[in-house]
């Protein structure tokens, strides 16, 4: 069975950079889309970016474009979400998903995706 694990939050100061990761069974973790969802403090849990299979197309939510980059390693099978110029909105617990029905709209939909790691806290402050 796939089983995502995230690692890489903590606390920063605004205006840091910050790198998450998160490894998924091979092989087929080649082939899912892989995103990183973010569930702010009584917020609904969103897509902050995604990532497709091969590499070869990207998506970001508006408060990450520019800030934050997606990348993977699908040899480690591993994703990655590197922030930086962190503000306190981006305070929240990201998860790491995995998307095994390929690149469409839906993987902005948290139901498309149908294996998740546990989250790992991220605390910006002011």
């Known amino acids: 069975q796939v089983h995502l694990v995230e690692s890489g939050g903590g606390l920063v100061q605004a205006g840091d950079s910050l790198s998450l990761s998160c490894v998924g069974p091979?092989?087929?973790?080649?082939?899912?889309?892989m995103g990183w969802f973010r569930q702010a403090p009584g917020k609904e849990r969103q897509l902050v970016a995604a990532?497709?299979?091969?590499?070869?197309?990207?998506y970001y939510s508006d408060s990450a474009n520019g800030r934050f980059t997606i990348s993977r390693d699908n040899a480690k099978n591993t994703v990655y979400l590197h922030m930086y110029s962190l503000k306190p909105e981006d305070t929240g617990v990201y998860y790491c998903?995995?998307?095994?029905?390929?690149?469409?709209?839906?993987?902005?939909?948290?139901?498309?995706?149908?294996?998740w790691g546990q989250g790992t806290q991220l605390t910006v402050s002011s």
């Open positions: 990532i497709r299979s091969d590499s070869t197309g990207t």
């Open positions: 091979g092989p087929t973790f080649s082939s899912y889309v």
């Open positions: 998903a995995a998307d095994s029905n390929g690149w469409s709209p839906k993987i902005q939909l948290h139901y498309d995706y149908e294996y």
